[in-house]
């Protein structure tokens, strides 16, 4: 037997507690879901008015005597389901956080380093990906490059000394191959055009006009990234001063100010691209090494000989400032212009050809016959991001590009000491060999030739393109770690600000929005691993592939374990696979994430994370959870102030922070 019928009132205004008037707007959720409760009252059900009112709920979800603020979630899923309540679509909103904060940011991205060339379109694609899906390896691109070139400046100090004989070619090697590093340069020995262009004194102007032409095509501050900075920060800034000024507390203002701290990693890090220095474009680097012919001395050696008809007979003089006064050596070679080979830029599916030696004890030395090809894994190239131009994919050349930097500084330095001790070239005739050499003795004074075992020829040294592991020194680790350092930081600073904002504005809790920055966050950090262990073993890989390949075109081929007593027979095959399977996830998980940030703002905007689900946070309370319904501006305004001051500071901190270190770093890297 029911009871007596309970007093109905067909609106809600006398069981919240006040008057909510200002909550009855059916172009958003709360409204909608207020509407459809005040429906289920003019039925005038004492079951159903008994639920109602006992599903009203204060601050901590609790039931209260006098005014409510929200309802249970048991309540809103019963009344204002997805099966009763669809998306609700806002034009203002969508259009106003559109502007305001997700349209100037992805605008934004086009200044990001994407020089793979106008016809590279999937790799200029995944380079975005990287970026969006990924800020954590942008990041630690752009700190190992700001590093490597710290260190190198540090390296080349001593040789840019106005008192070093070498001061103004080892200035421009240095501005050269801090500029490299967006493109996997390589040194040959193919022609031995590299000895020629440290030792030859005639070549200094040829190391000139390298460093004009890399200068002139570096990337600099221009009108369309000042308006494009200028927008976006303009953009959070005013959304700042908004959220405080009229919405504090206003769910709406929550989701701009916590969706444009999740992409402010793109102010400092443009700005640190174009601090640290990039090239226009990768073609440019190849450009400027081939568009001047260098002085190379040719096949013969001395004056004596009868020169080839293209030869010049040219009198260098080799200065030593040891001793009481200067003493100059004047040495006769036979030198030829031609383009230089010293640095190459391999295709992406071929290695450099390397210097073999004949099976016979002391046989010729000579060039491979044919170009060793990269090796694939499944149908992909194991040397990876590696060989891909464009400065995204710098974090996997950190290795080759400290080799290329050890063996040009050690033939710099040692010919700067042979120089200052007056040592002479030697003149010792060289054997016959298939290699297209100068006279060898060149090579010799600048420490890329040793003489033979017999000590009756010079052989040039064989420069691999993959630098042994014993051969990388501790500097190099504590770079990688210290940009890992960074990457984190950046990334997770920026989610944090945006995590403090969402979860602690009310309901505070773990939801959709904050749930999303963690999954996009935590996406960022694994896609990251992945291509970090990605470039470690392809390395591995490829370093015990050229020690193969060398062996074989030797005639003497060995075990991988004999080249290595370290590894067993099967690592080289090991390597190869967890290579492409760590870059094929990363990469996967990297386009996911783009989506997935993408797709997740655009939901925020269409208003599909408004329902009783994500409002109630259940990701952190569960059934338990409520809704905030009857929220006024003062109640909002009074818990929302601490965590969005906190949020806002965060941000500003990493930002300054992020330039901060970015900008001492480069200082210098422009002289």
Known sequence: MSGPPLESNYTLDKYVGFNIDEFRDNGSFAGQCIKRLEGQLQKNDNATTAEIINGLVGRWGRKVAGKARGISYDLCSKYCG??????????????????NYLLPWLALTSQLPFEMGNYAVAS????????????MIVTYSLMVTILNQYWLRKKFSFLEDPDRPLSATSKNARIFLQEIQQVPLRLSQEDGSLASLVVLPENTQWWEKLKTSIRLTRRGVTLSLVAQMLVAVSCFALTVVAAFLSGIGNVTQALA????SLWIWLIPVVCGWIAVGTQTDHSTIVGALKRDMAKVASTGGTATMKPS???DINTFKIRSSTGPKDITHLVQLETMAQKQTAFQVPRPGALLRSLTRSPSAYGTLHLENRTT???DCFGCSVAGDEKQKGATFNYARIFTWSNVVNHLHDALETTTTNMERGSKLNSQEVSSNKLNSNNLSILKYCGLAINSANGTRIEPKNISEYPPWSSLD?????RMICAIFMALYVQWGTTGAALIIAILTEVRGLGCRSGSYILYASLSTLSFLMLFASSIFSHAAMLRHEAIQREKVAGNFVSAKRISPMAPTSWPTFFRVSSVITRISGRAIVVANTIWILLSSMWELTGFYDNCWCDSTYLSKGSAGWVDLFVTKAAMASEARAPWAGGVLLNVFVVVSSLTVFALYCRGNRN
Do not use: Q
């Open 474 to 478: 501790s500097r190099i680790y504590s």
């Open 82 to 99: 997805r099966d009763h309540i669809k998306t609700v679509f806002n034009f203002e909103t969508f259009s106003s956080g559109a502007t």
């Open 309 to 311: 008809p293209s030869c």
């Open 257 to 260: 100010l916590s969706s444009g």
């Open 373 to 375: 090809e990269v090796p």
């Open 124 to 135: 200029n694609t995944m380079a975005f990906c990287y970026a969006v899906g990924s800020p």
